[in-house]
Protein backbone atom coordinates (compact mmCIF):
# COMPACT_ATOMS: atom_id res chain seq x y z
CA UNK A 1 0.00 0.00 0.00
CA UNK A 2 1.13 3.43 0.24
CA UNK A 3 2.17 5.78 2.86
CA UNK A 4 -1.42 7.62 2.24
CA UNK A 5 -3.33 4.67 4.10
CA UNK A 6 -0.81 4.09 6.75
CA UNK A 7 -1.19 7.55 7.84
CA UNK A 8 -4.69 7.96 7.81
CA UNK A 9 -5.17 4.71 9.37
CA UNK A 10 -3.14 5.92 12.25
CA UNK A 11 -5.37 9.13 11.99
CA UNK A 12 -8.58 6.93 12.02
CA UNK A 13 -7.77 4.18 14.60
CA UNK A 14 -7.49 6.36 17.87
CA UNK A 15 -11.30 7.88 16.57
CA UNK A 16 -12.16 4.26 16.36
CA UNK A 17 -11.08 3.87 19.83
CA UNK A 18 -14.38 6.17 21.04
CA UNK A 19 -16.09 3.13 22.10
CA UNK A 20 -14.06 2.58 25.17
CA UNK A 21 -14.31 6.30 25.82
CA UNK A 22 -18.29 6.25 25.69
CA UNK A 23 -17.92 9.71 23.56
CA UNK A 24 -17.21 11.49 20.64
CA UNK A 25 -17.11 15.10 21.77
CA UNK A 26 -14.88 16.52 19.22
CA UNK A 27 -15.11 14.54 16.19
CA UNK A 28 -16.23 16.94 13.19
CA UNK A 29 -18.81 14.46 11.56
CA UNK A 30 -18.54 16.46 8.10
CA UNK A 31 -15.03 15.88 7.95
CA UNK A 32 -16.06 11.89 8.10
CA UNK A 33 -18.86 12.54 5.24
CA UNK A 34 -16.91 14.25 3.02
CA UNK A 35 -13.89 11.90 3.27
CA UNK A 36 -16.62 8.96 2.88
CA UNK A 37 -18.23 10.57 -0.18
CA UNK A 38 -14.88 11.71 -1.63
CA UNK A 39 -13.19 8.20 -1.36
CA UNK A 40 -16.83 6.42 -2.33
CA UNK A 41 -16.73 8.58 -5.90
CA UNK A 42 -13.22 7.54 -6.26
CA UNK A 43 -13.56 3.95 -6.02
CA UNK A 44 -16.64 4.47 -8.16
CA UNK A 45 -14.87 6.40 -10.95
CA UNK A 46 -12.23 3.63 -10.98
CA UNK A 47 -14.76 0.77 -11.10
CA UNK A 48 -16.82 2.71 -13.88
CA UNK A 49 -14.18 3.06 -16.32
CA UNK A 50 -13.95 -0.29 -16.68
CA UNK A 51 -15.53 -3.61 -15.89
CA UNK A 52 -12.05 -6.09 -17.29
CA UNK A 53 -10.55 -8.06 -14.50
CA UNK A 54 -6.98 -6.84 -15.68
CA UNK A 55 -7.51 -3.12 -15.37
CA UNK A 56 -9.18 -3.42 -12.33
CA UNK A 57 -6.66 -5.72 -11.15
CA UNK A 58 -3.86 -3.07 -12.10
CA UNK A 59 -5.82 -0.12 -9.99
CA UNK A 60 -6.31 -2.79 -6.76
CA UNK A 61 -3.85 -0.84 -4.49
CA UNK A 62 -5.65 2.66 -4.85
CA UNK A 63 -8.86 0.25 -4.79
CA UNK A 64 -8.49 -1.33 -1.36
CA UNK A 65 -6.69 2.28 0.10
CA UNK A 66 -10.16 3.85 -1.00
CA UNK A 67 -12.20 0.77 0.42
CA UNK A 68 -10.28 0.66 3.29
CA UNK A 69 -11.04 4.70 4.36
CA UNK A 70 -14.77 3.87 3.08
CA UNK A 71 -15.18 1.13 5.76
CA UNK A 72 -13.34 3.20 8.87
CA UNK A 73 -15.43 6.31 7.84
CA UNK A 74 -18.64 4.37 7.76
CA UNK A 75 -17.25 2.70 11.45
CA UNK A 76 -17.02 6.44 12.80
CA UNK A 77 -20.01 8.18 11.12
CA UNK A 78 -21.67 4.86 12.98
CA UNK A 79 -20.56 5.57 16.21
CA UNK A 80 -21.05 9.24 15.82
CA UNK A 81 -24.83 8.79 15.43
CA UNK A 82 -25.27 5.56 17.98
CA UNK A 83 -23.49 8.24 20.93
CA UNK A 84 -25.55 11.16 19.99
CA UNK A 85 -28.57 9.10 20.14
CA UNK A 86 -27.72 8.07 23.12
CA UNK A 87 -26.50 10.90 25.00
CA UNK A 88 -29.95 12.25 23.76
CA UNK A 89 -31.59 9.58 25.49
CA UNK A 90 -29.84 10.38 28.66
CA UNK A 91 -30.86 14.06 28.60
CA UNK A 92 -34.42 13.20 27.89
CA UNK A 93 -34.86 10.35 30.85
CA UNK A 94 -32.57 13.02 33.34
CA UNK A 95 -35.27 15.46 32.24
CA UNK A 96 -38.11 13.27 32.84
CA UNK A 97 -36.64 12.36 36.24
CA UNK A 98 -36.09 8.90 35.53
CA UNK A 99 -33.07 7.96 37.43
CA UNK A 100 -33.30 5.00 37.73
CA UNK A 101 -32.92 3.89 33.92
CA UNK A 102 -29.49 5.84 33.81
CA UNK A 103 -27.33 3.21 35.04
Not at 41 to 70: F, H
Request: proline share 3%; with cysteine.
Amino acid sequence: MDDGCHLYGRQAAPNLLNIKRGSVEGLNPLMFTFALLGNATYVGSILIRSTEWQKIRSNMPWLVDAGVCVVLDFLILCQFIYYCHKIQRIAEKSSNGDYKSLA
